[in-house]
């Protein structure tokens, strides 16, 4: 390149506000984090996780209808059953006797 074309291309970078000196690795990495948008408004960043909430009360609705089978709620309601069965439930205040 021409002293004169690298001359030009200098005040062509000075003029549109681009970067003007020689780019290294690093400072193009500094230039292109700045380029980008902000972390904390990338939605890719900010709706990274899944909706946990909403698809356990869908699950949820499938058993209750069931279209889904969930392992652990079955073998929960079983042990409950078998406690109660065996007299060992929780003990709920009589509300019925006055004293």
């Known amino acids: ?3 004169y074309a690298r001359r030009m291309a200098h005040l ?3 003029i549109f506000g681009e ?3 020689e780019k290294t690795y690093t400072a193009t990495r500094i230039i292109n984090e700045f380029k980008s948008m902000p972390k904390y408004k990338d939605p890719e960043i900010i709706n990274y996780y899944p909706k946990h909430p909403e698809a356990s009360l869908l699950l949820v609705r499938l058993r209750e209808h069931g279209l889904f089978r969930d392992y ?6 079983e042990f ?4 109660a069965a065996r007299g060992k439930g929780r003990m709920k205040p009589d509300l019925t ?3």
């Open 12 to 14: 062509s970078a000075r």
């Open 1 to 3: 390149m021409s002293r």
């Open 19 to 21: 970067y003007t000196r």
């Open 97 to 99: 006797t006055k004293e």
């Open 72 to 77: 652990h709620a079955d073998f929960k309601e």
């Open 80 to 83: 409950a059953a078998q406690r």
